[in-house]
């Protein structure tokens, strides 16, 4: 099941998490026809919602990023089966890919490199990830998600 969304400018923090979640997701696209853009949009604006009248959009109602969260994953039955955590670059939504830890021996702090055996990066930006504390922290928060 291939799920992709845009998530309008409020929604910085939920599309954040749909990127640790492995989904495609642009942030902050503009005006889109959901109906046209192959995307689900995620929007918070009353007006958005009731001028278009599709499935291909999710009106989110709570403010909080976990609650909307769960919204998305209720509304379209996502499971946890569904997901790819960490596969996805957070900050441009690229697919990150396990480097070599010896290539990046300069470019991480000296003590995760010498703890960690596992990297990937993300070829658009090049931002390197590994499994830290928050990545820890972000299993326990996606848990809770489907325990519901
Ligand atoms: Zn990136």
Redesign the pocket.
Known sequence: MEINFAAEKTLGKLAKWLRILGFDTIYDPGIINPAESGRILLTRTKRIRDEYKTDKLIFIKSDKPFKQLQEVIKTLGIVYEDIKTFTR??????E?RTINKNSIRSVVPDYVWENQDSFKT??????IYWQGSHTKRSMEIIKKLFEA
């Open positions: 670059c957070i900050k441009c939504n690229t990150i993300c070829i658009e930006c090049k931002r």
